[in-house]
């Protein structure tokens, strides 16, 4: 559980479904003028689009400022501030694509949207779950679209490989490529901050670079505890208490509890491993993908058409008239799904934030609990401490006999997941 947590806080519902939005736009089912005016401009309607996504390294930021640089691109506010600055044709089109962006996650973040009924549903986490949801979403949904449409599937497949690619551009004086440019202007005043490394950090770690050389190398104030200071103290944790067992282990329940204190171990050294080689994308795939293969965070394949027809027709309806994101009565207004404070005072309640009240008030403490006196009741078995009372002595057999279980039985689990 925690390797899951450490490693969920980086990205949300990836690309393809959002490049796929953008292409079915573009593939003749319907024409306009704006359709026409931003053909050129293909790439940068999708990366308006995806830009949007840059400052989700701090969606789980304490740093209010930090944290808006996600939520703020989410909203109409931001998305008006850019057409306002826009001034040529591939600079509104730039500005369509936040929009399209927008509208995606409203049906994906709103109070009825497929994650937020998902996560109420299975009282999962806003970050584990919303990731493992939104992940099993395009995986379905890019399965329909690869035997519906072949062509715009490998469309979209190529599409993905230019992620973010009209923000970059090369600095004169490294002759490196970089975030730069007038499309980062926009940005920028959509998130009110400086979104240059935020840009540079999710491009490089969604194509494979990952995040130590991008954003820790270069002293970017990113918080350090997911990849820096909780795998050390799981590999120290872990290391003490195996050596301990070793030493002082009275029964052959150290055997056990060495077990449990190994995998804490292997656990920090993989996070360390995945940071600093570059593979916290793949690190990622693997861990969201194993809940939905055993029915926890899924979703089935009706829920996805549906959904995809709500909001292909709501982008298509915008294309036709962009004038909808112009009006208070049809726009939409926000569609982070967080909790926030805007800058008139007024804070707005996320429905994924309240979505996540199961989850938070209920299942995690309950298996905060539940581990923590299985651990209790391996390791006073593993030294052979037993209570004077026989009520606490039937407690402690009876949780670490059916902890061993569980545990086992969990493990099997994750083996057979890599099968399916």
């Known amino acids: 559980m925690v390797l899951i947590s450490l490693l969920s806080n980086v990205s949300a519902n ?41 400052g989700v390294l701090f ?43 927008i509208i995606r996650d409203f049906y994906s973040h709103s109070e009825n949207g497929f994650t937020t009924n998902t996560l109420e549903r299975y009282l999962g986490n806003n970050y584990f779950g919303h990731m493992t949801v939104e992940q099993k979403y395009a995986d379905i949904h890019m399965n329909q679209l690869k035997n519906s449409n072949p062509q715009l599937y490998l469309k979209v497949i190529e599409q993905d490989k230019k992620v973010l690619n009209s923000l970059m551009v090369i600095n004169p004086t490294t002759g490196k490529l970089e975030a730069g440019g007038k499309y980062l202007k926009l940005l920028n005043a959509m998130a009110q901050t400086d979104m240059a490394q935020s840009v540079d950090n999710i491009r490089r770690g969604y194509l494979g670079v990952g995040f130590y050389e991008t954003a820790y190398a270069k002293n970017v104030s990113l918080p350090m505890y997911p990849y820096i200071v909780i795998p050390a103290i799981l590999v120290i944790l872990g290391l003490l208490i195996i050596i301990m067992l070793l030493i002082f282990g009275k029964s052959k329940w150290k055997w056990f509890g060495i077990l449990i204190f190994l995998i804490i171990f292997l656990a920090g050294i993989y996070i360390f491993y995945s940071f600093y080689t570059g593979q916290s994308w793949k690190a990622i795939n693997l861990v ?72 938070k008030y209920f299942l995690f ?56």
């Open 288 to 359: 969201i993908t194993i809940p939905p293969k055993f029915g926890y965070l899924s979703l089935s394949s009706q829920t996805v058409s549906d959904y995809n027809i709500l909001s292909q027709k709501a982008i298509d309806n915008f294309f036709i008239d962009p004038s909808i994101a112009n009006n208070p009565n049809t726009a939409i207004q926000d569609a982070s799904g967080l909790t926030y404070k805007d800058a008139s005072g007024v804070i707005h309640q996320g429905s994924l934030d309240k979505a996540e009240r199961g989850y």
């Open 14 to 54: 990836f690309y393809l479904d959002h490049e796929t939005d953008i292409l079915q736009v573009f593939d003749g089912h319907i024409t306009s003028p704006t359709i026409e005016m931003c053909r050129p401009y293909i790439q940068q309607v999708v990366d308006g689009d995806l830009a949007s996504d840059s």
């Open 59 to 101: 969606y789980t930021s304490s740093d209010e400022v930090s944290r808006k640089s996600y939520i703020f691109p989410h909203t109409l506010q931001a998305y008006l501030t850019c057409q306002k600055n826009a001034i040529t044709d591939d600079e509104k089109c730039f500005c369509y694509g936040n929009y399209i962006h």
């Open 365 to 420: 403490p309950s298996m905060v609990i539940l581990i923590m006196l299985f651990v209790i009741s391996v390791m006073l078995r593993a030294f052979d401490v037993k209570p004077k009372r026989k009520l606490f002595n039937w407690i402690i057999k009876w949780f670490s006999v059916i902890g061993l279980w569980v545990f086992f039985g969990l493990i099997i689990l994750f083996l057979i997941s890599f099968l399916l």
